[in-house]
């Protein structure tokens, strides 16, 4: 079980929040975002969320030839250069936020040895098995990849971090990613499966059958998460499940996305009990394996944009709502300050 954040620290921003000069609760979700804060930080007020940091894992995936998502896998690749090069959506937001980004080839099937040798420097494999017909990864690479992520984690907490962001990149992940969240919690590919990218109501279908077939395939052995991963993850959400699970082992928070953050958190969860505690929900997105995961983990989300992008977007569009919670509990007066009759 890994350590809860501060209880004393949480009852102490609940307290300076019912005292802020404003009628009780009057700043709504923004209370609990700040009091989750600073019992990350143990302390209250919490301090300025001024050192964010975002990754971005990105793969391949064996299920991108079997017709799951609107685009073809080699815009992966494309999208970890575009990335490196500062044209992707979440380079635009991280930059007008102050965040530091890296993205990280961890599987695509793609050399991008030509982009340095930083994006490369967490390789594990070219692609992962197609899940409705193989694993995905041996339990020997999912156990790598957990010590990459943890390796990935305490990297960016040792260039000081106060929060950290975890995105992905990577034609065809919303089917593992359904699929570990359909196992996780014991739900049928109807409740999880969504149109990703965008497919089309025949594609849908397709896709509801590669995550029914990879379930079945996969059978009893998902019940344990090494295991789960093997069986219908990839190297890019191992890689997630060891950033989470080691980023909440160190005491440090962690702003979700959307579908695979999520389905990497249900797994963290089963793999270190009590990371969910180290993590708030960004966004909510269209993806109604996402939005299982919130309810089934507790977690109510920052905005809600109808984003389906990936990368990080969704927790960088959070990111200035969960800053401004911090500076509302640090700098409002208090109500018992104010000078009566004004
Ligand atoms: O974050 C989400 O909830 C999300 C929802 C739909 C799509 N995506 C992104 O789109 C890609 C996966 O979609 P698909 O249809 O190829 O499985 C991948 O690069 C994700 O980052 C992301
Ligand atoms: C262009 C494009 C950009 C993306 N970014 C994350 N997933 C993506 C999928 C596509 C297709």
């Not at 960088?316 to 500076?327: D, E, K, M």
Request: aromatic letters at 2%.
């Amino acid at each position: 079980m890994i350590a809860p954040p501060s209880a004393a620290a949480a009852r102490a921003a609940r307290e300076r929040s019912d005292a802020l000069a404003k009628p009780l609760g009057a700043l709504g979700r923004l209370e609990d975002a700040a009091a989750w804060v600073a019992a990350c930080q143990g302390t209250c007020p919490p301090r300025p969320l001024e050192r964010v940091r975002l990754t971005v894992l990105a793969g391949d995936h064996g299920v991108s030839h079997a017709g799951v998502s609107a685009y073809p896998r080699e815009v992966t690749g494309a999208m970890v250069a575009a990335m490196a090069g500062g044209g992707s959506g979440a380079n635009v937001l991280a930059r007008q936020h102050g965040v530091a980004m890296q993205v990280l080839d961890i599987a695509v099937d793609a050399d991008l040895g030509g982009l340095g040798p930083a994006v490369g420097r967490h390789r594990l494999r070219r692609s992962s098995g197609s899940i409705d017909t193989e694993d995905a990864l041996r339990a020997d690479e999912v156990r790598t990849a957990l010590d990459a992520g943890a390796a990935i984690a305490a990297e960016e907490i040792a260039a000081g971090a106060d929060l950290l962001l975890l995105g992905d990149l990577g034609i065809g992940n919303t089917t593992p990613a359904a699929a570990l969240v359909a196992a996780t919690f014991g739900v049928g590919a109807d409740a999880v499966v969504g149109r990703g990218t965008g497919v089309d109501d025949a594609a849908l279908a397709h896709k509801t059958e590669v995550v029914a077939t990879a379930l079945a395939r996969a059978g009893a052995r998902v019940d344990d998460p090494v295991q789960r991963l093997a069986a219908l993850g990839s190297a890019d959400l191992a890689v997630g499940v060891g950033f989470l699970c080691a980023a909440a082992r160190a005491g440090v928070p962690v702003l979700l996305d959307g579908i695979v953050s999520l389905a990497e958190l249900a797994v963290a969860e089963d793999l270190e009990p009590g990371v969910v505690a180290w993590c708030a929900a960004g966004h909510r997105s269209t993806e109604p394996a996402q939005q299982l995961a919130l309810d089934k983990l507790g977690l109510e989300p920052l905005v809600d944009l109808g984003l389906r992008l990936g990368e990080g977007t969704g927790a960088l569009t959070a990111l200035p709502v969960l800053r401004s919670a911090v500076l509302l509990l640090r700098e409002m007066a208090l109500l018992a300050d104010l000078a009566p009759g004004g």
